[in-house]
């Protein structure tokens, strides 16, 4: 079965670090970019960061630029999330998402088309 | 940065009505547009790309269109099960960027 199943979330003090992780399943995880995604409570969506296929290439929201990174280690079909200066406005249900492809072609980007996603993990900043 | 704006941001309709959801992007995107479903509690579920793609395995009765800078989502006959909340997501430029959301509730 193909899933993706994220880890990590927990209760964290502003200031705080955390790492979440995202297992993947039943598909090449090397073939495709895989994307960071939350949620804040009562919200919308909001894009937080991709990685390619081979993990070359990686871009944030202006959001967590600076303090969060992304990575993946193929070998284990993971993606991590290394979160660093929490704050609360960073409370949020954060999923990871396959893409559709492993990196941009020449005239269209599948690897931003999110085609399969996890059901998220729960991140609280708070004192 | 492109702006998402969606619309309505919630409706009320009754099972079997024609449900049309729209998104509109502050430039041009070059039909690089997704939808999505959410269902509280589910892995948000892909529904269909480049505009108008649809997803195998996601039922007819949904469709996509548009181009430049408006795009809609078409429910031609709503299902107890499309009751959900849908978000439309450019992918023409980093950061992506999702519209607000439009809430489908049962009448």
């Known amino acids: 079965e193909v899933e993706l199943l994220e880890s990590g979330g927990a209760l964290v003090q502003p200031g705080g670090s955390l790492r979440l992780s995202c297992a993947a399943s039943g598909f090449t995880f090397n073939n495709y970019a895989m994307n960071w995604v939350r949620q804040a409570p009562g919200k919308g969506l909001e894009w937080v960061s991709i990685?390619?296929?081979?993990?070359?290439?990686?871009k944030y929201a202006d959001s967590v630029k600076g303090r969060f990174t992304i990575s993946r280690d193929n070998s284990r079909n993971t993606l991590y999330l290394q979160m660093n200066s929490l704050r609360a406005d960073d409370t949020a249900l954060y999923f990871c998402?396959?893409?559709?492809?492993?990196?941009?072609?020449?005239?269209?980007?599948?690897?931003?088309?999110?085609?399969?996603w996890g059901q998220g993990t729960l991140v609280t900043v708070s004192s | 940065d492109i702006q998402m704006t969606q619309s309505p941001s919630s409706l009320s309709a009754s099972v079997g009505d024609r449900v049309t959801i729209t998104c509109r992007a502050s430039q041009g995107i070059s039909n690089s547009l997704v939808w999505y479903q959410l269902k509280p509690g589910k892995a948000p579920r892909f529904l269909l790309h480049a505009a108008s793609r649809l997803e195998s395995g996601v039922p007819s009765r949904f469709s996509g269109s548009g181009s430049g800078t408006d795009y809609t989502l078409t429910i031609s006959s709503l299902q107890p099960e499309d009751f959900a909340t849908y978000y439309c997501q450019q992918y023409d430029s980093i950061p992506l960027t999702f519209g607000g959301g439009t809430k489908v509730e049962i009448k």
């Open positions: 990685i390619t296929d081979r993990g070359d290439i990686t």
């Open positions: 998402a396959k893409a559709l492809a492993g990196s941009c072609g020449t005239t269209t980007c599948n690897s931003r088309v999110l085609s399969l």
